[in-house]
């Protein structure tokens, strides 16, 4: 009845920076480029072995063990529940419409502009409709891909523009606030990789969670709506 398996995987900590007391508002961009490329490099190294289907690349901050600036590589024999739950949802909605339900949100946001951070040339910056949590935020490649470790250099370099303008903004407003961030990107390997899926960052502030109901319930309680989280970070120069 109950299924059990080896403990497979990999579990690889990136030093994003030498200084100690650094994060993503102060960084140049150029530092968080050369960040995403060691993500970029390790993924399709990992991707190699087969009994890998999922990967996650995870920050905290600050770290909860150790404050010098660092992110989690980690590789996975199954897949997340959450991505799982994304992708049915994503499966749902195009057998139904037959287009990529997160490119439609892409063109939602930016006609309506209400919950849109900022945009750039490939990526949408924005705190999603019915956030689940104050200043919740995703970034999102225009361009419909499902991989980030497919990336090219000129998307890389604009969407290191765009994180370091984002926790700017949370750096000015929230006063350098306690974040997660996360990357959410389709399985690997041929027969769980799904095309149909749109890869996208979300960042979530640690601050004011209720996770007794939430995890109780599965509902989230969001004391900021996220039209009001977009136009506060949106303000800021």
Known sequence: MYDVMEAIGAHEIVVEAPEHKQSLALMEPLQIQKILLAYRHRLIDLEKDRRFQQFLILKNYPGVFNRHPHSHIIAMPVIAR?????????LDYYQRKERCIFCDIIKEEIMTKKRVILETV???????????????TWIIPKKHSPDFHHIQEEEME???????????????????????????????QT?????????HIETRLRI??????????????????????????????
Not at 127 to 135: D, E, L, T, V
Not at 169 to 174: A, I
Not at 217 to 230: H, I, K, L, R
């Open 82 to 90: 959450r991505i799982d739950e994304e992708i049915w949802g994503t």
């Open 122 to 136: 490939h990526f949408l910056v924005f705190s999603p409709f019915a956030s689940r949590y104050p200043f919740e």
């Open 158 to 188: 604009d969407l290191s523009g765009a994180i370091q303008s984002l926790f700017i903004r949370y750096h000015q407003v929230l006063s350098d606030p306690p974040y997660s961030l996360t990357f959410h990107s389709s399985p690997v």
């Open 191 to 199: 027969r769980f990789h799904r095309s149909e899926y749109h890869w």
């Open 208 to 237: 004011g969670l209720r996770e007794g109901f939430e995890w109780g319930t599965g509902f989230f309680v969001n004391p900021t709506p996220p039209e009001d989280a977009a136009a506060y970070l949106r303000e800021v120069e």
